[in-house]
């Protein structure tokens, strides 16, 4: 039985229309049919800069609605609707917030409106020579609110470790407080508060604004694979190389089973500035070789690293330490393929093909140590949200947080 | 007679500490209580000076286990007795200072590696592993942790990961919210709890970034899992002499703009590279100099003190004037590791963008002579302190577009009442950090806390106008948290909210980072 949608009081109404005016509030069907969720919003309100967005969430607090925040709203995924409030909720589209603020190619950031579209961010990047440090997930309609909400996070090519990709962030708390941090690639002025918007799905308030790093435009790629009959080998110049220079653009390693013994293929993507990439892959080359690789040649190597892995086979992943590695490949012995990319100082992402296996998260987390530590994190967190947000009306799909890795 | 008496509310309380740490792991004696009330901020030294103990610990506590921790948490808490977790000391910002007494925890005794992981490029250690120490077992198995504060003698893991540290090596490491993969702490209520590993290029919400730089106000830190690196076998030394600071800013900008990560690139401004030593040859002179105050620059200061310029301090606009008028030439000192294609690679793009921007190469000397005194004398006081006069340094960090304007506006903000000098370090793409040193001096002790007072108003007012951070990486503590607390702004909202979250009672270090109670005693 479908939960009783509620009624937004007069008042409600009546405050928003007389601090914005009938235009910007959108009710019932028309609500509907320009915010694309389902179930459709009570209402949906447009705002036009972070104040309205302030002005919104105290008169929603006070009618004690629910409020959904959205980027584009071209589209939801599948887990975010599932999670949408029964009774209803008043939708807020960033459409309207949306712009590039200034752009700092020297010092290689740009500060866009929460509702820009990725497309635009990486469009103006590129006018100046540079781009946009998007990871896997992040589409061309997609917002940088949105981006920010499920993810937020790149690789650090630099210190091979993940970093905020962005300087700083103002985003809209579920008070009406708006709040702003400073831009600069790194501070020690205590608890990194602004953190908690990174990846928690608007669970702590509205992003309105941010200062998103940027990179130069890649001047060269330079990328190889290689063929492996021994995995462990393979493996360890994964390791190796991703630990000891710069970190790859992209790397992948495939490992599959052919006539009861498996085989790997390894490939690394490259790039930078003055033949910073050239000087990477030749180290990658190197250690390839004097492990036994076999060189593919460009096309293939590429194909390794772009295609989908899973050939379009549904598929499970998961993360994993390199010392754990060969131990669950001889676990995984069913697999028909194993992939293993993003690779980190201490670990990587693996992902299994077929993606049918109910015992992967066990394999990864036998002991459940991960799986307690995170719902510790989830509890602390939530009792963040409580002093925020007592009667959980902002974004309240967010909670409980999906796991980190989950993203859309 | 003792000065002052503990306040204990519970007479069996030293009793009961003791049947948790051992008879050895409880203090309560004077000496103890009046060396754990400060820690190495300049203006408690100044205090100290006039014979003030502003806020002495009633009881200290060296325990050994997260276990003894957890059971002093919950004791503490059924005493209603505030709890200050404790490293080495060397904090420069008076981050531990007990300001409303309570127990001190020195985790010092804490100082065991739990696990060892090379091929995971990992080590799990207990927080409070002195950096030195930590450092040379690590070496020994072929490791190194790249986090290399000036302080690695007598500063702690967990210190360095609660006032979100950075070591001289970040622009190749990283800081240390860079390093960690997992924390253990002790919550407000003595639970144990340890946050989820952090996975490479995931969408990663975590407690983790709230934890480092919670400067003990969220939970006492009992251990931490830290990704190591391998040992270069290879380093490579380098000193550039640029015309001026916006030249070599622009050097160093491009540097690190191009993907290169030289482990240090520091530039000096003019006074700062007139002070410093360019080589070996010069071995001989004197301290080292490139060090740093109560630390950074007791060095150099020193040299100052030897000269009898001690009595200038206290005509700091003359002084700052003479300085101006020195030739110019700035000192960047570039020190490179890693496998042999990358030392390489990054040696030869140095030199090449640093020649771009008009700078003559000066060999290895400056580097290696840098690198040979990379620790200076923090753990030593300043000459200038047993002069009379003090000193104290403070690091901002903004972007590569903001940094010359901050730079001149702290200069022109400070230059009337201390001496001042600078250097820019900390390297990123998008920015750095200015480490500035004031010196001044004023008739007496009660003088000079309000002329330090005086200087860091304004120099902290220049750095929130120019819209860059009040610290990279020393820390708020004391020293920083009434800017802090206008930098957040509403924010403070979001900062409340997290400590209510993990420390409803407000059990951890109360008073400090916006917290109610953290007033500077006059």
Redesign the interface.
């Known amino acids: 039985m479908s939960a009783r949608r509620r009624e937004l009081s007069d008042n409600f109404w009546l405050s928003l229309a007389s601090t914005f005016g009938h235009r910007k509030v959108l009710k019932d069907k028309a609500a509907a049919g320009a915010i694309a969720m389902q179930p459709g919003p009570l209402a949906a309100f447009f705002p036009e800069d972070p104040s309205e967005v302030s002005i919104l969430l105290q008169t929603a607090r006070a009618e004690k609605a629910k409020v959904v925040s959205c980027g584009a709203c071209s589209r939801a995924h599948d887990s975010i609707q599932k999670r949408l409030p029964a009774e209803g909720y008043v939708a807020i589209g960033l459409s309207n917030l949306s712009g590039i603020l200034e752009v700092?190619p020297?010092?290689?950031?740009m500060s866009a409106w929460a509702g820009t579209t990725l497309a635009a961010l990486r469009r103006t990047a590129e006018e100046y020579g540079l781009q946009v440090p998007l990871?896997e997930g992040a589409t061309e309609e997609g917002t940088l609110g949105g981006w920010l909400s499920?993810?937020?996070?790149?690789?650090?090519?630099?210190?091979?470790?993940?970093?905020p990709a962005v300087?700083s962030i103002e985003a809209v708390?579920p008070?009406g407080?708006?709040?702003?941090?400073?831009?600069?690639?790194?501070?020690?002025?205590?608890?990194?508060?602004?953190?908690?918007f990174?990846?928690?799905w608007g669970g702590?308030g509205v992003i309105t604004r941010a200062t998103l790093?940027l990179?130069?435009l890649t001047e060269r790629r330079a990328l190889a694979g290689y063929r492996f009959s021994a995995t462990g080998r393979a493996l360890e110049v994964m390791?190796t190389v991703s630990?000891?220079?710069?970190a790859p653009q992209a790397a992948r390693m495939i490992v599959e089973s052919s006539g009861g013994k498996k085989k790997a293929r390894l490939a690394m993507s490259f790039e930078?500035?003055?033949?910073?990439a050239e000087?990477?892959c030749?180290?990658f080359r190197a250690e390839a070789k004097s492990a036994g690789g076999t060189a593919a040649g460009q096309d293939e190597a590429r194909s390794w690293l772009y295609a989908d892995p899973a050939g379009g086979q549904k598929s499970q992943s998961g993360?994993i330490?390199?010392?754990q590695v060969s131990g669950l490949l001889r676990k995984l012995s069913g697999a028909e393929r194993v992939v293993l990319d993003?690779?980190?100082?201490?670990?990587?992402?693996l992902r299994v093909v077929p993606g049918d296996r109910d015992d992967l998260a066990a394999l990864l987390d036998p002991e459940g140590?991960?799986r307690e530590?995170?719902d510790?994190?989830r509890e602390?967190?939530s009792?963040?949200r409580?002093?925020?947000d007592p009667d959980g009306l902002v974004n309240p799909h967010a909670w409980p947080?999906p796991a980190?890795?989950?993203?859309l | 007679m003792p000065l002052f008496e503990p306040v204990l509310p519970d007479s069996g309380l030293v009793g009961k500490l003791e049947r948790i740490c051992g008879s050895g792991g409880v203090s309560v004696s004077e000496p103890d209580r009046i060396a754990y009330a400060r820690d190495m901020w300049p203006r408690s030294l100044i205090r100290q000076r006039l014979g003030a103990v502003d806020s002495p610990p009633d009881v200290i506590a060296w325990p050994q286990t997260a276990k003894q921790v957890a059971e002093v948490v919950r004791l503490a808490r059924k005493a209603g007795l505030p709890v200050v977790p404790f490293g080495a000391g060397s904090g420069v910002c008076g981050g531990t200072l007990p300001l409303r007494g309570g127990i001190v925890l020195d985790l010092k005794r804490m100082n065991r590696i739990l696990d060892f992981c090379a091929e995971d490029r990992l080590l799990a250690v207990e927080a409070g592993a002195v950096g030195e120490n930590l450092e040379r077992e690590v070496n020994r198995r072929g490791f190194t942790i790249g986090h290399f504060p000036s302080s690695m003698y007598c500063s702690t893991v967990g210190g360095w990961i609660a006032a979100r540290g950075a070591g001289q090596c970040s622009s190749r490491y990283g800081k240390i919210e860079d390093m960690v993969q997992s924390l253990t702490f002790i919550d407000a209520e003595g639970q144990e709890h340890t946050t989820p590993f952090r996975w490479p290029g995931l969408s990663a919400w975590s407690i983790d970034p709230l934890l480092v730089g919670s400067e003990g106000t969220l939970g006492i830190i009992t251990s931490a899992s830290l990704v190591i690196r391998e040992l270069s076998a290879e380093r490579w030394y380098r000193g550039f002499k640029f015309p001026n600071v916006a030249s070599g800013v622009e050097g160093m900008r491009l540097i690190f703009r191009q993907g290169l990560r030289p482990a240090v690139a520091r530039l000096y401004d003019e006074f700062d590279t007139v002070i410093a030593k360019t080589g070996p040859e010069e071995e001989d002179v004197a301290e080292p100099v490139l060090s740093g105050l109560g630390g950074k620059v007791a060095g150099p200061l020193k040299r100052l003190a030897t000269l009898g310029l001690t009595r200038l301090l206290h005509s700091p606009r003359l002084l700052n004037r003479m300085v101006d008028m020195l030739p110019g030439g700035c000192l960047m000192v570039v020190v490179a590791e890693g496998v042999e294609e990358e030392l390489s690679h990054t040696s030869e793009a140095v030199t090449t963008l640093c020649r771009s921007r008009g700078a003559v190469d000066l060999g290895e000397g400056p580097g290696r002579h840098w690198w040979k005194h990379r620790y200076g004398i923090s753990y030593k006081q300043s000459a200038l302190f047993a002069a009379g006069a003090f000193v104290d340094t403070m690091e901002v960090a903004t972007t590569w577009d903001r940094i010359p304007s901050l730079y001149k506006a702290v200069r022109k903000a400070v230059s009337p009442l201390a001496f001042i000098m600078a250097h820019f370090s900390h390297g990123y793409r998008e920015g750095c950090s200015i480490y500035f040193t004031f010196a001044a001096a004023a008739k007496d002790d009660a003088a000079s806390a309000a002329l330090y007072d005086r200087i860091w108003d304004a120099a902290q007012e220049a750095v929130l106008s120019e819209g860059a951070v009040v610290s990279h990486h020393h820390g708020v503590g004391m020293s920083k948290q009434r800017f802090l607390v206008r930098q957040l702004a509403e924010a403070n909202v979001l900062a409340q909210a997290a400590k209510t979250a993990f420390d409803a009672g407000g059990l951890f270090n109360p008073g400090k980072l916006g917290q109610r109670g953290g007033s500077v005693p006059p």
């Open positions: 700092q020297d010092s290689l950031w990871t499920v993810c937020g996070n790149t690789n650090d090519a630099i210190l091979s470790t993940p970093a300087l708390l008070t407080n708006l709040v702003n941090s400073v831009p600069v690639p790194r501070a020690a002025v205590g608890p990194d508060l602004f953190s908690m990174l990846g928690t702590f790093k990179q130069p390791r630990g000891r220079i710069w930078g500035e003055q033949g910073l000087v990477a030749k180290y993360c330490r390199w010392s993003g690779p980190g100082l201490a670990g990587c992402r140590s991960q530590s995170l510790t994190a602390f967190l009792g963040i409580t002093q925020l947080l980190p890795g989950g993203g």
